[in-house]
């Protein structure tokens, strides 16, 4: 069925023809909002990568951190260790006991008339506690 008009209906409003300018203008018009939206967006995500996996990102970070309370435990057992080589060492110097006492323990030393027993070591290779 055709449709029929009657007198008081206006007849459909037809743009003129745009020129190629105008297209473009108009292209550019509707498609830049979206446009932006998206550079936005993967912009946004390549800067969360970048602060996570980049070379001063959070997971090397991390790393570094746990490397750093590694080497600061180190650093104090050596110095406990340091301090007990230190305070052994002057006792060696000031006082001629603690020097027969490392001799007799260590080196096996007997004054003479004396005779030193060697014990086998324990079993299951747990090491005798030592004196100091």
Same mark, same amino acid.
Do not use: C, F
């Given at each position: 069925?055709a449709?029929?008009?009657?007198?008081?209906?206006?007849p459909?409003?037809?743009?003129p023809?745009?020129?190629?300018? $105008? =297209? @473009?203008?108009d292209? !550019?018009? &509707?498609?830049?909002?979206?446009?932006?939206?998206?550079?936005?967006i993967? *912009? +946004?995500?390549l800067?969360?990568?970048?602060?996570?996996?980049?070379p001063?990102?959070?997971?090397?970070?991390?790393? $570094? =951190? @746990?490397?750093d309370? !590694?080497? &600061?435990?180190?650093?104090?057992?050596?110095?406990?260790e340091?301090?007990? *080589? +230190?305070?052994?060492n002057?006792?060696?110097?000031s006082?001629?006991?603690a020097?027969?006492?490392e001799?007799?323990?260590?080196?096996h030393?007997?004054?003479?008339?004396?005779?030193?027993?060697t014990?086998p070591?324990?079993?299951?290779?747990?090491? +005798?506690?030592?004196?100091?």
């Amino acid at each position: 069925m055709a449709q029929v008009r009657t007198s008081r209906e206006k007849p459909p409003v037809v743009a003129p023809p745009m020129s190629r300018r $105008e =297209r @473009a203008a108009d292209l !550019a018009q &509707r498609w830049w909002r979206p446009a932006g939206t998206v550079v936005a967006i993967l *912009l +946004a995500l390549l800067l969360t990568w970048h602060v996570v996996y980049g070379p001063h990102g959070i997971s090397v970070w991390q790393k $570094e =951190r @746990a490397q750093d309370r !590694a080497l &600061r435990a180190e650093i104090e057992k050596l110095k406990n260790e340091n301090a007990e *080589l +230190a305070w052994h060492n002057q006792q060696l110097n000031s006082d001629p006991d603690a020097i027969e006492r490392e001799a007799r323990e260590k080196l096996h030393y007997a004054k003479p008339g004396e005779v030193i027993y060697t014990l086998p070591a324990p079993a299951g290779g747990a090491r +005798a506690p030592e004196t100091k």
